[in-house]
């Protein structure tokens, strides 16, 4: 379980999180809210990226800030965070695949196994070889995608997992996104409809505060 315990933040003087509070114990959370509202910073807060302002991040019952640096490492590599703009490093798609999990420690059959068990899930097996510069921009979320769920991770921090993509992978991302939910806890910030479709608990985020889905929130 993650919980978020009056968590404020700022960049500057102006705080972008103001107290906020819940806990995540389903599968599914997707957060929504317009643009600047702060959805990006609170993911990136759940994640470990950010450190809070005020307030604690709890992932099974450890309290991120206050443990050893070791206990947050271990930690650490149960949450991942795909951030909004695909971040891929130099090299193959296959190397970018392949990093967290040599990182991790996973054995090279079994990172092979894992590369190719990703890369047929989200179907761009077709890429593998292809350098990470060479990549659309929709080709490129789809990699940062599959990178992390190859990975395994307890917890997965998805910040607008459905951007540039075209209508199939969008339902495709979608399925992939059910199955995994079975053994990977998501929390999904986005703008889209579609994305209401998976969710068990909805979120709206707005001038820093945190509230429930009312009827008429406007969505694309
Ligand atoms: N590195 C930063 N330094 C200063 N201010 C920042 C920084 N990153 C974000 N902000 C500000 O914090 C606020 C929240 O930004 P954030 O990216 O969390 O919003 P968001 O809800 O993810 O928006 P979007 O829907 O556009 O992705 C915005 O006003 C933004 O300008
Ligand atoms: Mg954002």
């Known amino acids: ?34 643009n600047g509202s702060g959805k990006t910073t609170l993911l990136k807060c759940i994640g470990g990226l950010l ?13 991120y800030w206050s443990i050893s640096e070791s206990e ?8 991942i965070y795909v951030h909004e703009k695909p971040y891929l490093f130099r090299g193959s798609v ?12 996973v054995s090279s059959s079994e990172r092979s196994k894992r590369i190719r068990f990703a890369a047929k899930l ?14 659309s921009a929709g080709e ?7 990178r992390a ?13 459905l951007a540039n993509l075209d209508q199939s992978r969008v339902s495709l991302v979608l399925k992939v996104l059910k199955e995994v939910s079975t ?16 969710a068990e608990e909805v979120f709206v985020l707005e001038d820093g505060k945190l509230g429930k889905l009312s009827n008429d929130y406007c969505l694309v």
């Open 1 to 34: 379980m993650i919980e978020v315990k009056d968590l404020w933040f700022k960049y500057g003087r102006e705080y972008v999180l103001k107290g906020i509070s819940f806990r995540f114990y389903n599968r599914i959370l997707v957060i929504i809210g317009p």
């Open 51 to 63: 450190k809070p302002t005020r307030g604690k991040i709890i992932v099974d019952g450890k309290d």
């Open 72 to 79: 947050r490492l271990v930690l650490r590599r149960s949450i």
């Open 94 to 105: 296959l190397q970018n695949i392949e990093y967290p999990l040599k990182i991790r420690g």
């Open 122 to 135: 989200l179907e761009i097996e077709y890429l593998l070889n292809k350098k990470s510069s060479e990549l």
């Open 140 to 146: 490129a979320r789809l990699v940062a995608l599959a």
């Open 149 to 161: 769920l190859a990975a395994e991770p307890k917890y997965l921090l998805l910040d607008e997992p």
């Open 183 to 198: 053994r990977t806890r998501l929390i999904i910030a986005s703008h889209r409809q579609q994305v209401l479709s998976l």
